[in-house]
């Protein structure tokens, strides 16, 4: 059984950092392609960052140069470093595993982003 669990999310000022934990278990961690989404209020999912199996990794044009998604295949985690949050940023969080036709979600980590 595929199990995602992620952690790091709550309430951070704009200009502020949280770091997204996302731990596995269930897969063969090393061998699949990684992501995080984000859902605002109202709004669809987005994808947010992806990494792949070798560490090549992609972002939304929105978040570019302000996180940094990574991997620790021994850990079975993947993490979304966030810096310079901003307001706009505020939505759930979900860890994404895939591989081919296979997808797995977590069920969320809020993070809102306010002064």
């Known amino acids: 059984q595929v199990q995602l669990v992620e952690s790091g999310g709550g309430l951070v000022q704009p200009g502020g950092s949280l770091r997204l934990s996302c731990a596995a278990s269930g897969i063969i961690f090393s061998i699949n392609n990684l992501g995080w989404y984000r859902q605002a209020p109202g709004k669809q999912r987005e994808l947010v960052a992806t990494?792949?199996?070798?560490?090549?990794?992609n972002y939304a044009d929105s978040v570019k140069g302000r996180f940094t998604i990574s991997r620790d295949n021994a850990k079975e985690t993947v993490y979304l470093q966030m810096n310079s949050l901003k307001p706009e940023d505020t939505a759930v969080y979900y860890c994404?595993?895939?591989?081919?036709?296979?997808?797995?979600w977590g069920q969320g980590t809020r993070v809102t982003v306010s002064s």
């Open positions: 990494i792949t199996t070798i560490g090549i990794t």
């Open positions: 994404n595993v895939f591989r081919g036709a296979l997808s797995y």
